[in-house]
Structures are given as C-alpha cells and as structure tokens.
C-alpha cells in the first residue's frame, strides 16, 4: 500500500489564460500556473520552499502539453508531449523564462 504525504501549502498564485495566435486566431493556447510556498520542513524538498505547476495546451489538441513543474522526488523538470527532461532551477524568474520559451517554440 501506498501513503501518500500530505503537505500544507499557501498557494500563491493561481491564474488560467486563454491566448489566439496573431499568426492564426482559430489557435487557442490554455494556460494553467499554479505557485504554492511549501511550509517547514518539508520546504527543504523545493527550491525556494515553492512548488510550481506551469501547463500549456492548445485548446484543439490538449496532448500537445507542455508542462514545467517541481515536486519530489524528480525535481525541476519539464515536459513537452511525452518529452521529458530535468533543468537546473536557478530561480522562479527563470522557470517561467523556460515555460514561455518551451510554448513559442512549440507553437512555431
């Protein structure tokens, strides 16, 4: 059996955005980020105490994903379709850098 720990978070922020495309207004882009601080001790576990969850989509074909995320036991990490790769977390700045970089090639 399988116990799941379950740590209190102060989300703090939570936004969804719908974007079109200039290039082609039938493409929508979803947008899901979610940052929470994670208390002491297991904030240890997190860079910066935060765990993020960066999602994109394009509406018409959600499994075309792409995700940017952190959490234990992998880490920073990113996905983009079945892709996935590890990243050296050097601030939050610099993972949503990553996140919008990741869609605007993706969307190219």
Request: charged share 30%; net charge negative; glycine share 2%.
């Amino acid at each position: 059996m399988v116990y799941l720990a379950i740590v209190k978070a102060t989300k703090i922020l939570s936004e969804k955005q719908v974007f079109r495309l200039e290039a082609d207004r039938e493409v929508r882009i979803s947008v899901h980020v979610e940052i929470f601080k994670i208390p002491e001790p297991d904030s240890q576990k997190y860079p910066e105490g935060l765990r993020i969850s960066m999602v994109a989509f394009k509406s018409a074909n959600p499994e075309q994903i792409i995700i940017v995320d952190c959490h234990p036991p992998k880490g920073p990490h990113f996905h983009v379709g079945s892709r996935e790769e590890l990243f050296v977390w050097k601030s939050l700045d610099e993972a949503y850098e990553l996140f919008w970089n990741l869609i605007e090639e993706e969307v190219e």
